[in-house]
């Protein structure tokens, strides 16, 4: 198939390296054009511009990092929408607005093109190994077109609408579980390190018992161990996924208090000098709370 | 061993009856006689006080409801304390304060008895199974004592502490996680239905990805099925538990603002004509705030 | 004084008419021309556009409902900044957010005039009888020459510094004084009616004692009556100046725990229903959790 | 009238003294008989237990510091119950739960005595001029025999129910309204200082508007000049204030989600190091948050 694929981060560069290697005909395209290096070295075609990367695919891939720039190489000067062709497929994997996916649909639609988001879970290694989540949507006959592809990336494909957008917000929902997750170890491990257990105990009985997913491991763990920088998830990004579900709480009707606390907490975060250290940092502030040390 | 067994309720009796299968001998005694017969049919003793079923006894366990309850079976007229010889070991599994564990703690010193704490995790269904997760913690020499009567009831027994309230605190801090869970997925949950997208497909995603520990399958059930009465957990008793660790936090010096708001859904859940229902019903909270109609 | 008044709304319209008793010079516009007749019929002179109004003023007030309105009227087509000459100045007295203002500024300093900000404490009949609180922010020679004007409309102009912004952040914060009065309130009044106190009692008590002021003699007393309908303020308004509020915070790096608070507050008066009634209704949400019947 | 009068702290001293002054026969108690020197040099009779204090007298004031205190000087050994004759009346100004005022109230009944509950608003200079308000509530015959007494106190008496127990519950509300009106200065004040406006001038125009209230003058100053030792109300008994509301929100089934986030800040405030600190160091909090330091 051929695939234009736009933003080649940490996500992105492993997802279409996977592409490459399942056989289709890749074009890529890089905000700064020495990621591209090593696609190029795998057989990828190097575009100049979304536009010029767009032209000719039937499949164009998205990964960038927010709302600003996927609306950068999607309607920028220069932008895919400029090159795709009729009754192509634009399939964005950023963790975007809901109102952006809403236009998004509505400007390929008017253009005769499909729009599909496929938001994913998981870190750069699982994106390496295809072993993301991912969860799809959009109108079926593009999502059985898209679907193959996706397989590639992801070790499970989660078809949650036949509206964009939906995937979105499903994609927020998953991000609010992860920050809740790590405001709830924070507040049991400065209430424990306070009395005197080890939160490194806690967490023994707590993920080996019935707190035991990827969500607790993962995150209880970078918690204890309390190293967060350099940032595998950056605070500000969570801050503005966490502004992003509240944005939807707000347009849909649905007050999310959980969602509320931890909008102080990130704004304390980057008050308090934190702002470039991974989002689990966000458990520094019920230790300042209790008068602990943050931990860096 | 001779074991006295105090409180045969939901969770006392199935642990009672391993053990009795297991051999030991067991005196037992609940507040309603009428429960004490199938241990009776079993082979165990039955006696009218916590004090007669005390005596002779090298292990008292009890297993009743809250503070008020072990402290009258304790410290009561005819209360265990009266009855239980010097060297024998006081071993309490329910959930309770942590300044309760400290006097209980103090009291059996006095006599000459040693007392630990062995809380657990696990619903009625894992108790007859012996599959409960225990926290023990107490002086080394009872825990080593006691070790193998609880791997009995227990698939996995830790040891958390020397200071047996310590296991009070780890168990309070895991029915936060709970609640706290219960609490992440009534915003979800709302939130997504508000937005046209099943509550269930959300959960679906959730649950086979990275959501997928006991807490979250268990609990996100029943939150989804929204079958709230009879209860499994009783809404009073969980905000009960709930009050036990902020009271905790504030004695410890930890603030707990999931806690915080955990206690204000308990309170309005009851002012609201819940309090009969099981605890999951805290989810209805959220329902509110979003003009979505409570489930029962 | 050659004066453009832009916005003749239940604010605008009673300043613009005591700008006119003063004899100043106006020329009026309104979004809905109907509304300029009872200025027109004092003499002020009706232009079609905001261009045409600012054309050859010296002072060009706007009084207009939000950032978008401001936007408009400013940067639009036929927008007063194509009208307004070199060395004017543009006193804004809406409610605007601290990002716009600052934009304003800078627009306006690039065409070689001065902007003001001068937000206003009172509600209509204050506005009408000259009785309002003015807080006027912005350079010191454009202050000096706006305050005899502002004078007019207040019955006490406060400098409050001389970045126009300023402002606007400082009349968010006394929004945030109203909305928080207000659940402060709602939350007494619910506790004391649920304990057979009539809130009422309270309120005299209160009232006639330590909390005495506008804020709470106003909106407690609102609350107490219970007729949210026609609005006085907005919900929806309400709402859009907490969310201001809050987005200030954040770029200033200051959480703001009781705006989140009632953030969910007005998410769930709008999700509830009450999205029409009058901002005091945020008062409800506090009856719900009480499991009390809202009032109308 | 013969009035015992007991506890002569910063509050009851001034208090016994302006009934001594208007020519009633006092007998005085204090647990450190230092204390009662000054009283004693006026022509007080000096007893040495609550019970010797309490015979023979009509009336007895108590003016003790919480429910510890109250139920020591009440029912402990030589308390006044075993002293108060027939027909007397107990009249207690502390501020204490609702639920020791229901238990008081019918220990007195029983004794064929009466109890009124008189909380005060006011701070020790008020107490000296006879300035507080006081909140009074209990029968209708022993509200009118003690009504001129207490009007010696206070400059109002408000008659707020005729369950001794009202008057406890709108001291708690007011008390909320003090922690309350503390943390909304406390998050505007460090917005606007963040914002780099002088808290002084945000404060300036709100006092000298629509926040004019002795709540806003009193307390927003404090805050503002930051001098919290030593303290006026303390810390400890602030955060026991506030519990006992919560505790009545949950009695009465009113959830109180500002005094929920007040409580969070209490318990920070002693983790931080600050219990010995005037109350309103709670205003830190807001100021953690935004990364400024705290005063003291």
Same mark, same amino acid.
């Given at each position: 198939? %051929? ?52 032209? =000719?695919?039937?499949?164009? !891939?998205? /990964? ?21 062709? *009729? ?35 998981? *870190? ?29 990336? #992801?070790? *499970? ?13 499903? %994609? ?5 579980? !992860?920050? /809740? ?15 005197? !257990? ?13 707190? /035991? ?7 209880? %763990? ?9 940032? =595998?998830?950056?605070?500000?990004? #969570?801050? %503005?996924?966490?502004?992003? !579900? ?22 304390? /975060? ?16 019920? *230790? ?9």
């Amino acid at each position: 198939m %051929k695939i234009a694929f736009l933003g080649l981060g940490p996500m992105g560069a492993p997802m279409a390296l996977r592409l490459l290697d399942a056989g289709h005909e890749l074009c890529v395209w890089n905000r700064s054009q020495d990621k591209t290096a090593p696609l190029a070295a795998r057989g990828a075609r190097v575009a100049a511009t979304p536009k010029a990367t767009a032209e =000719g695919a039937e499949l164009v !891939i998205t /990964s960038v990092a927010n709302d600003s720039a996927v609306r950068a190489v999607t309607f920028g000067p220069n932008g895919l929408a400029d090159g795709l062709g *009729r009754g192509a497929i634009h399939v964005s994997t950023s963790t975007i607005s809901v109102a952006l996916a809403r236009e998004l649909d509505a400007a390929h639609r008017e253009r005769g093109q499909a729009f599909v988001s496929a938001t994913v879970l998981g *870190r750069p290694p699982a994106a390496a190994a295809g072993k993301l989540y991912v969860m799809a949507a959009g109108q079926p006959t593009a999502l059985a077109t898209v679907k193959p592809v996706l397989e590639r990336i #992801g070790q *499970r494909i989660f078809e949650v609408g036949e509206q964009p957008w939906q995937s979105n917000l499903v %994609k927020l929902c998953a991000n609010f579980m !992860i920050f /809740s997750t790590i405001e709830q170890f924070a507040e049991v491990f400065a209430l424990s390190e306070k009395a005197g !257990i080890a939160p490194a105990t806690l967490f023994e009985v707590l993920s080996n018992s019935f707190c /035991s997913a990827p969500v607790h491991l993962n995150y209880g %763990k970078m918690i204890l161990e309390g190293e967060f920088s350099p940032p =595998g998830g950056a605070m500000q990004l #969570g801050a %503005k996924d966490n502004a992003l !579900i509240l944005q939807a709480g707000e347009a849909f009707g649905a007050p999310l208090p959980m969602a509320s606390l931890l909008r102080d907490r990130f704004t304390a /975060s980057v008050a308090r000098g934190e702002g470039e250290l991974d989002f689990c940092a966000l458990s520094n502030r019920a *230790r300042d709370d209790a008068g602990l040390a943050p931990k860096r």
